[in-house]
């Protein structure tokens, strides 16, 4: 039976944490969200765990937690993750905070060659550690946090040192460690999506031709409204109303509200309250004329769509060969890079993110191979 969590929730309690945490050697950490449940989803909960205790910190709380910042960014200190990319999304998005020294433990199990790589499934399978993901897709900005909820936040970081050690030596063993590191690094490159709201976005809703001009047009007006009515209600526009919902009130382009009534997929309560308002859009849209379409991307070259697609075959059999998924082997980013660049020598292969020193060694001349037609 795990003792209680720690529970932070003042800066006082924070940065004397943070004293015990830069004493450490390694930490692991979690972090759980409300972005199924708000517009704007939000950092709710950061879970900590040393060798000695357990610590829930509660950004929603304390006014400012960065005093973590600097922890977080000291590479002589590991962390641990299980997924790490959203958690490190989430730290970025919501706090600015940059993550150093990490140790993901799926990408570590997707080295190793592990098809049941949820935490649940690891820590079951590997530490034998029963662990329900039955509180994964709750509404974690809830106050007060049930025990429930405190007790599963805890179990995600409480045994994840322990997962680190049995697949570092697994790693270890087979001589995969520097493969695996790489593979982290690859976790760190992401790109922060601007949370600004795009009303062009409805042009990727419809495939091209499913809809005319006018049913087109309302359903530029539909996506607008849902966001601003998801805005005011704090909910995430998909939860409310689906793209399926928005697709199927331009097609029908109701004149009345009585006619919402009869579509499938639109909330009863949403069709009471709003309904004039999203015939009005409808009315609005149908009426107006339809802006330009976003110009389309570039069109690939042949050769380098060729090329490209002949790196993908190579990853797919090399995958195959080491027993792994195609992704562990590189990246799709990183075989589009060497695509177009069409690298001639070794040296023409550094500065391509995702091809660190162990990959370039292990698959640089058979990369080069098949890039100038020779594998």
């Known amino acids: 039976m795990l003792d209680p969590a720690t529970t932070i929730e003042d800066r006082r309690s924070l940065d004397a944490a943070v004293e015990r945490m830069a004493a450490q050697p390694r930490l692991a950490i979690d972090t759980e969200s409300n972005s199924m449940y708000a517009y704007r989803g939000r950092t709710c909960l950061i879970q900590v765990s040393t060798a000695a205790e357990d610590l829930l910190i509660d ?124 593979y982290f690094d690859d976790v760190t490159r992401f790109e922060l999506k601007s949370l600004d709201f795009d009303p062009d976005g409805f042009w990727t809703l419809s495939r091209p031709g499913a809809l005319d001009k006018r049913q087109m047009a309302a359903l530029r007006e539909l996506y607008i409204l849902r966001d601003e009515l998801a805005q005011a209600r704090d909910e995430p526009p998909g939860r409310m109303l689906s793209n399926k919902a928005l697709l199927q009130i331009a097609k029908s382009l109701p004149r009345r509200q009585s006619e919402l009534e009869g579509l499938r997929g639109l909330p009863r309560w949403l069709v009471r309250r709003h309904g004039h308002e999203i ?72 500065g391509i993110d995702g091809l660190g020193p162990w990959r370039r060694g292990e698959y640089g001349a058979q990369l080069l191979g098949v890039v100038n037609g020779r594998g």
């Open 279 to 350: 015939i009005e859009a409808v009315k609005h849209g149908a009426e107006s004329r339809l802006p330009l379409a976003p110009p389309r991307q570039p069109r690939i070259p042949n050769h380098i769509a060729e090329r490209y697609n002949a790196l993908i075959n190579w990853r797919r059999q090399t995958a195959r060969a080491r027993g792994v998924e195609s992704d562990v082997i590189m990246s799709k980013d990183t075989l589009w890079q060497i695509a177009h660049r069409q690298p001639g020598t070794s040296d023409d292969l550094r």
């Open 59 to 182: 950004p929603l709380a304390i006014d400012d937690i960065g005093a973590l910042g600097g922890i977080l960014a000291d590479a002589g200190i590991e962390k641990v993750f299980h997924a790490a990319e959203y958690d490190l999304i989430c730290l970025k998005r919501d706090f600015d905070f940059d993550v150093c020294g990490i140790f993901d433990t799926m990408a570590a199990a997707r080295v190793c060659g592990y098809a049941r790589i949820g935490l649940g499934n690891m820590l079951s399978d590997l530490l034998g550690v029963p662990h329900s993901k039955k509180h994964q897709t709750d509404d974690w900005a809830r106050r007060p946090l049930p025990a429930s909820y405190r007790r599963y936040a805890q179990m995600d970081t409480h045994y994840l040192l322990r997962l680190r050690d049995c697949l570092h030596a697994q790693l270890a063993a087979a001589n995969k460690l520097d493969e695996a590191y790489e």
